[in-house]
């Protein structure tokens, strides 16, 4: 017997060894578990500064964390001054001497930092130490009956003079189901299908205790019923749903800034089909959870209704907004405020004005999006701006310019995304913006000078087509400024008055700086560099940008490229691809520190990792780039990613063209199957997580608009949709290398029957495949994602390097966790031998 372990041994060396030329490589489990994201947490602290803009000035406080520890800043930009709010260490002592729980400058755990309304004191909370009974408990003896006590303390900034709040009580985050009007008086909710409304004084007895009994509630609508109704409560299983039906719930509804008006949409669901997932791993019986989910193609559409309730009158409006088969309705919020960010209790607001509001109705083609304006006092709907396209339209939030008496539209009609000035009746006045480069969003809007503040990429020459800028232009299209110069990626904030911004500038292979500036683009003062020494001394190295052809050899694809930070140019390495196909968004980091747990620590395995764009990707470019794969949602992007590689090998020969791997999540686990199935002979391990392999059963929105539904009108004029599409099941038979599927039992968006049936398919094939069910996850893989990580490193590790070396514990994990006696039964049950 131990001659035929000795050989199953052998084969599978002999197995690496063909894989990997020379010597038998070994993963780098060692040098990849410094990485993990709770030791990242200790080796990066914060890497931009996040402004709290004051309402009575142009100043700005922020939070920013070193290896040093933790300090709070206020900025004044007039001035050009930065102070520190206090000095941390006798901050600390003082309120040590109060709790009685002690704290040094290092360590000062202030949450809820907030300015007081005359601007000269902060307010924040101390957790402490000391247990107390919650005040909604009527049971104290009940196992969640007990709280850390809260310590709320008053900071004068001018006098440094500290005082406790003794009489202060806490004050809860909004509820989920509050939606509270502009001017604080009501609220209003759903519950048994029905909205209802309180009063402030109830709300306020709400917020002490839910189940207070003396709350006076008011029932607002009577006609509401299950999948019509005016709630929300999605992500229950049946059970939960039957447990909370009587609970507050969600009321997805904008007010009107005069809080007398509020609108909605309201969606009849009761002929959409259901769907379901059972979770295995509830207390006791398994659970079912069943939802509505239409898939393409299917004629069982919700149909939605815009609703607008006069609030005093107590009296709801249907409006008459009907104009495509299966249409869509969205209301527009009105832009936040910045000043508003630290306020407890923020109200959802229509985008317009007391008398009218702003919102899209769209095709179910996606081929044409109307722009309608409502007059509120009459219900009457007008469509002030139309776009329509071969494949399908997108619009951003309007800017709205006195009122709505101009409005700023955003549009890819001429194949970039571009700004145009429209009057209120919807008559084009004039182009803000042209020009081979695409407009991301409207910053701020400066009526009286008449200047747009907005982001945009792709005009700067010489640099990588994604970076973002911020740029200001006249109305009239005249006088652009670009405003944060260098070839940087940028964040940034500008407060409500458009005097002066927030920017972080960095890339994938710098360190973040953050700056003020003005808003003619001078710069004011710097702020920040963030502290990056902890990590470096680790030997981190910056990955690597680089620019390529797509398969068309015209085409520019931009990627980046993570080696081993004990990389050796001499030594050949597999390569592997992590891809996301789009159309949304692609794959590729643009600015430091994103997905550093994933991309930098799979590379430390002993691998060469590579992301790059392709054709029918991000939508920051060309229209035509963007909407490439509209008809062929399966292999657009897959020659891009094979001919990114091919050229970085023939670059590089430290690159093993011959081990090639390839991985990606959700759309880019749909990917990473069609590439080994598509390209079997190029891609030869692929790991595949929550893939939409049969995209005829993943949701109606994404799959009709990005490969394309066909709108049939009959003779009669009757109206049919049409949906078809090439599946990753239908090639199973030309898989050849290793693939590992993965998906949550609980995924209610990628259903997981997208996984069950690819390996369906591969079985009836009679292929060789690993499938890994994720219990109690879902799209996302939630807390089992660190267990994911190294299930695909290993998964790597044996098929690219040949290293069949890992243990039935994932130690990397189990080192990790204190192991006390609940950790060690739950490493346990999540360590299982693969």
Known sequence: MKYLYLFTALLALCLGAEAQPGNQARGNYQLASRFSPDKLEKLVFSTAVDPHWLKNSDRFWYEYETSDGKKWYIVDPASKSKQVMFDNAKLASEVTMIVKDPFDAQHLPIQKLKFSEDEKSIL???KSSIDEVKKDRKDKTDADSLQKKTFFFRYNLATQRLEELKDQEELKDKPKWASVSPNGDVVVFARQYNLYWMDKANYEKALKDEKDSTIVEHQLTKDGVEHYHYGDARGETNVEREKNKDKRKPARIAWSPDSKSFAMIRSDERKVKDLWVIHNTAKGRPELETYKYQMPGEKEAPIRELLVFDFAAKSAKKINAAAYKDQELSLWSAPDLKKNRDDVYKPDVWHGTNDKLYFTRTSRDLKKIDICQLDVKSGAVTPVIKEEFNTYVEVNRAGLVNGGKELIHWSERDGW??????????????????????????????????????TANGREAGEDPY????????????????????????????????????NTASTVNSVPKSEVYNNKGRKVMDLETADLSRLMTTGYKFPEPFMVKADDGITDLYGVMYKPFDFDSTKTYPVIEYVYPGPQTEAVNKAFGHRMDRLDRLAQLGFIVVTVGNRGGHSARSKWYHTYGYGNLRDYGLADKKAALEQLADRHPFIDIS????????????MSTAAMLVYPDFFKVAVSGAGNHENNIYNRWWSEKHHGVKEVITAKGDTTFKYA????????KNLKGHLLLVTGDVDNNVHPANTIRMADALIKANKRFDFMLMPGQRHGFGDMTEYFFWMMGD????????????????????REQPQTKEKKSAAKATSPSL
């Open 795 to 814: 998964y790597f590790t044996r098929h690219l390097l040949g290293d069949y070396s890992q243990p039935v514990d994932i130690m990397q994990i189990n």
């Open 124 to 126: 924040f909370e101390i």
């Open 659 to 670: 081990r090639v791997g390839i991985t990606g999540h959700s759309g880019g686990g749909f």
């Open 417 to 454: 995304g571009h700004f145009y000035l429209y009057d209120g009746a919807g008559n084009l006045k004039n182009r803000i913006t042209t020009g081979p480069y695409h407009t991301e969003e409207i910053v701020g809007i400066d009526e009286k000078n008449r200047v747009l503040y907005f």
């Open 725 to 732: 599409i090439d599946k990753n099941p239908d090639l199973a």
């Open 467 to 502: 970076l973002l800028h911020l740029y200001r232009v006249n109305l009239d299209g005249s006088g652009l400024t670009l405003l944060n110069r260098g070839s940087f990626d940028n964040t940034v904030s500008m407060n409500d008055a458009n005097t002066y911004f927030v």
